[in-house]
Nanobody, 119 residues
Framework: VQLQASGGGLVQAGGSLRLSCAAS????????MGWYRQAPGKQRELVAT???????NYADSVKGRFTISRDNAKNTVYLQMNSLRPEDTAVYYC??????????????WGQGTLVTVSS
């Protein structure tokens, strides 16, 4: 299963960006989808996740500013990022886990998209 992320870029503090990530390949079902980020010199951290039923989870640092959503028909997850701060600057990675068949699972990562927030 391949994940293709897009939507990163350069934005001023206080601005907004929307990231998209589409899963493709031999997909039987997708359970959770999510976004993670890694800033220079730091470990990768969770930003937000969403289950197939729409239950969401956010890092405290993005609550109230970021919104994760998904389109199950398109196997796509989105991350709407508002009120961006310089500390949100990072490479954002999407992740999805699910099944390619009744008994074979997958856990895939996208290639990462750079978000840069200038002050």
């Amino acid at each position: 299963v391949q994940l293709q992320a897009s939507g990163g870029g350069l934005v001023q503090a206080g601005g907004s960006l929307r990231l998209s990530c589409a899963a493709s390949g031999s997909i039987f079902s997708i359970n959770a989808m999510g976004w993670y980020r890694q800033a220079p010199g730091k470990q990768r951290e969770l930003v937000a996740t969403i289950t197939s039923g729409g239950r969401t989870n956010y890092a405290d640092s993005v609550k109230g500013r970021f919104t994760i959503s998904r389109d199950n028909a398109k196997n796509t997850v989105y991350l709407q990022m508002n009120s961006l701060r310089p500390e949100d600057t990072a490479v954002y990675y999407c992740n999805a886990d699910g099944n390619v068949s009744w008994y074979r699972r997958f856990d895939s990562w996208g290639q990462g998209t750079l978000v840069t927030v200038s002050s």
